[in-house]
């Protein structure tokens, strides 16, 4: 890592730790949702992201398409499986118990990794993004790989977008009302049900993109579910539950944190991650913005 | 003084004052009631007094000493104990098991984990006596999840009698009991022992007036006026804010 | 059933198994390990109503501290165990003290967080643990000076199967005590626990640390009969699977524990033998039959198989 000086460390600190903590906003934030509206615990969240990142692999790579249409054509095909998923399984495990619930998305992920290993195997599975992305780009004051100027912009457009969605639309009025107090919104005529839908695909598309535009920092393999499935809750339980700002704090505190870490103390960086998580939820159990008490 | 005494006592929620400057005595023996519509604050005031809830302003007192800053299961230890509002027996255990409970910890012996439950026979003639006071011997052995919403109730009064408390707080005895079945509640709470002090937190007027010898209205957080049930029911004030809606 | 049945069954299981596979030892007393580890997740857990995926936290310092002590103090196993016994113990009531302030799904990451942590630590400190190599060296003295380890595991497996049917009993005691009965009060109500005069939170440390210690206890075992400890006994994958083996044989009794932990490691041995992936097929199809179809775990299916049979006979006639 060609550091000058410490300005040069810190900039890069920011700047991949910006990038590393979109990717964790984009892929949590619909866990956050869910979890905060359906009050599920979900830990088969982060199979959506491997869906994507799988579909793109297969797009690209085997089919040889362009990486918008491979990009495209990998939401689209989450979005079909996370669906019916959600109104043939999940729709059951809402009712469940904690537990059972753990169970449950445990079982639905093993079940994705091993779908998934059965079409395409175990090995990693790179996406191809445009070249374009490896090039780099001068911002006057500082070189930067595009790629990681595309993840921040990605990531500042979801946010800007779900703002936007949430604040300004009627969906956004009713899903914020539903989060707050599900029998009142139902009494209000809110149907819930589809309401839970429309929050469960939108989640899902958005960790398929993540996973996609993340695959350089969080290598798309079969396993991928299992390996960072408690980073991904870490960051929903932090920001707290159905708090969308709550998770993009979070998982852009982290996202720095522990790219600081890397860049400074790199062997300390994983006891330095935890030790932050734990101190945080222990001053603060319900997360840093989170309403619902976990 | 003996027994409960509270003065000034207030709640605030946020800019939301739910209970305001409430004086109120409960001494031994007591049967006092306390009503008042919806949202009057009934329970915030029985949280108040078993600590679930802290007050903003104000004090407790228990036979003269301030028991503000103490938690439930403290103020439980003293003697004053509630029943609840909506049920939360431990439906999967038995009522037996639902009685053994409160009288072992009672005894301090929550943490014994050697002799089997129901090995001690003081604790199980005491158990065998409250399921007769209670009339629920035939169904002591089934779980308390199976029995009639009735007989809950019941379980209910029995266990929160079985921490021989100085100070029983009934937070809505008869809700949600069929009509049918509310004499097996007024039975229950006649039998009750005579020294001990009973506050009443009731919907239904009828089995207010058949128990409570003193009965307190709430409304918006304050106390309206208190006096003897032939006092309250012939308050023109009464009449008009509370019982003439529910009685038409 | 008389009282005495089940158990003396299980024994004579026990036994048989001993005398069937005399070539699957070392899979037998690895089954009976993790008996001990999900019979404490059972008390934690399946009684006291704790949710936690970082019983591998206490499980892992286990087997630190009694392989530790096998290198550098004693070689004799029963004070190995104590040892294993009393860290783990030790860990789970310094952090129950922090963990049984919070619940749902804050409580759950947290335990996560306390194993991953016990996890980095033991990598960083590569001088005293070995780090990714594991602890090396263990050599421990015969059991009770009379019965020295062999090479095909016999001492191995009856060592692991007393010090197992020894915890079951004491767990059996401890439940039915008076204490047993409030933990299944707190997971019941635990608002109604408190109002009968219970301090839910020191009950909960209480429970807590008793599970931390048998934890412990396992892991100390398996530190001592295979003489590694790999960074391995703090993964998630551990606690994740102990609790799956849980809820597979039903939460919140001792016979549950067993069965499942049975099940899961016998389907794990051969399904995992041919592919690992073809594995995750299995288990997660189970898993989602279980928590599907027989809530309550497989210990309960005998009986929810009757009530269907009975259910379709009155349907019938």
Not at chain 2, 68 to 93: C, H, N, S, W
Request: charged share 15%; proline share 4%.
């Amino acid at each position: 890592m060609s550091t000058g000086d410490g300005m040069g460390l810190f900039l890069n600190i920011l700047v991949d730790g910006a990038a590393y903590g979109m990717i964790l906003f984009m892929i949590a934030v619909g866990l956050s949702v869910t979890m905060g509206l359906m009050r599920v615990v979900n830990l088969a969240h982060g199979g959506f992201a491997l869906i994507g990142g799988t579909l793109a692999h297969w797009a690209g790579q085997d089919l040889g398409l362009a990486f918008p249409l491979a990009l495209a054509v990998a939401m689209l095909g989450t979005l079909a499986i996370a669906l019916p998923l959600e109104r043939l399984v999940y729709r059951r495990i809402y009712g469940f118990g904690e537990l059972q619930q753990v169970l449950a998305t445990i079982g639905l992920t093993f079940l994705i990794i091993a779908a998934v290993n059965l079409w395409q195997g175990s090995a990693l599975l790179p996406v191809p993004l445009p070249e374009s992305f490896a090039r780099p780009v001068d911002l006057g004051f500082r070189t930067l790989p595009l790629h990681r100027l595309v993840v921040i912009g990605s990531g500042l457009a979801v946010i800007a977008g779900l703002w936007l969605l949430l604040d300004r639309s009627r969906f956004g009025i009713r899903l914020r009302a539903a989060v707050d107090n599900r029998g009142t919104a139902s009494a209000l005529g809110i149907d819930t049900d589809r309401i839970y839908m429309v929050a469960f695909g939108l989640g899902a598309l958005l960790a398929a993109l993540g996973g996609i535009l993340g695959a350089e920092l969080l290598p798309i393999d079969a396993y991928y579910p299992l390996r960072y499935m408690v980073l991904f809750l870490i960051v929903v339980a932090v920001g707290g539950l159905g708090s969308i700002a709550g998770s993009f704090a979070a998982a852009l505190g982290l996202g720095m944190i522990e790219t600081a870490a890397r860049y400074l103390a790199p062997d300390l960086a994983t006891i330095a991650f935890f030790a932050i998580v734990i101190l945080v939820l222990a001053l603060r159990p319900q997360g840093l913005m989170g309403k619902v008490s976990a | 003084m003996q027994g409960l005494e509270v003065r000034g006592l207030s709640k605030r929620f946020g800019g939301l004052t739910v209970s305001e400057n409430i004086d109120f005595d409960l001494p031994p023996g007591a049967r006092k009631a306390l009503i008042g519509p919806n949202g009057a604050g009934k329970s915030t005031f029985a949280n108040l007094v078993t600590g679930i809830l802290r007050p903003s302003s104000g004090e407790i007192r228990f036979d003269g000493s301030d028991i503000g800053g103490l938690d439930e299961p403290r103020r439980v230890k003293l003697g004053i104990a509630k029943t609840f509002q909506i049920t939360t027996l431990f439906r999967k255990l038995t009522v037996r098991e639902n009685l053994r409970l409160p009288i072992l910890e009672r005894e301090k012996r929550g943490y014994s984990m050697f002799a089997r439950a129901g090995s001690s026979p003081e604790t199980e003639a005491e158990v065998a006596d409250l399921l007769e006071q209670f009339e629920l011997t035939a169904f002591a052995d089934r779980p308390v999840g199976l029995l009639a919403y009735g007989q809950q109730r019941l379980v209910e009064m029995a266990m929160t009698l079985a921490l021989r408390p100085r100070v029983l707080i009934l937070d809505e005895p008869a809700a949600g009991v069929p009509s049918s079945e509310t004499h097996l509640i007024v039975n229950a709470i006649e039998r009750l022992p005579k020294d001990l002090a009973v506050l009443i937190i009731e919907h239904d007027m009828d089995l207010v007036f058949r128990v409570a010898r003193s009965i307190v209205v709430l409304v918006a957080g304050r106390i309206l006026t208190e006096g003897t049930p032939a006092q309250i029911s012939a308050d023109p004030k009464v009449r008009e804010l509370y019982l003439g809606k529910s009685h038409g | 059933m008389k009282s005495w049945l089940t158990p003396f069954l299980v024994l004579a299981l026990a036994g048989a198994a001993f005398l069937l596979f005399p070539y699957n030892l070392a899979f037998l007393t690895r089954i009976l390990i993790m008996i001990l580890l999900v019979l404490s997740l059972d008390l934690v857990l399946g009684f006291a109503g704790i949710a936690t995926l970082g019983q591998a936290a206490m499980y892992g310092t286990g087997a630190y501290a009694a392989g530790l002590f096998a290198v550098h103090a004693s070689g004799n196993p029963l004070a190995g165990l104590l040892v294993g016994a009393f860290a783990g113990a030790a860990l789970a009531l310094v952090s129950g003290l922090l963990l049984m302030r919070t619940r749902g799904l804050t409580l759950i990451m947290l335990t996560i967080a306390v194993a991953s942590l016990c996890l980095e630590a033991a990598n960083q400190l590569r001088g005293l643990t070995g780090g990714a190599d594991g602890l090396r060296g263990i050599r421990m003295q015969p059991v009770l000076g009379l019965f020295p380890f062999d090479f095909a595991g016999q001492t191995g497996y009856w060592y692991a199967l007393s010090v197992t049917v020894l915890v079951f009993a004491g767990l059996a005691v401890l439940t039915r005590s008076a204490f047993g009965l409030s933990l299944r009060g707190i997971h019941e109500s635990p608002a109604r626990m408190a109002a009968i005069g219970v301090s839910v939170y020191w009950r909960q440390v209480a429970a807590y640390t008793i599970g931390g210690g048998i934890a412990g206890i396992a892991g100390a075992l398996a530190a001592q009969i295979t003489q590694l400890v790999s960074l391995e006994s703090y993964s998630f994958t551990i606690s994740a699977e102990a609790l799956i083996m849980l809820i597979l044989g039903g939460a919140g009794r001792l016979y549950g524990a067993v069965i499942g932990t049975v099940i899961f490691m016998v389907v794990h041995h051969v399904a995992a033998a041919n592919d690992p992936f073809n594995w995750l097929f299995v288990i997660g199809a189970l898993v989602l039959f279980v928590v599907f179809l027989v809530p309550n775990g497989l210990v309960s299916l005998p009986l929810a198989v009757t009530r269907l049979w009975k259910g379709a006979r009155h349907a019938r006639a």
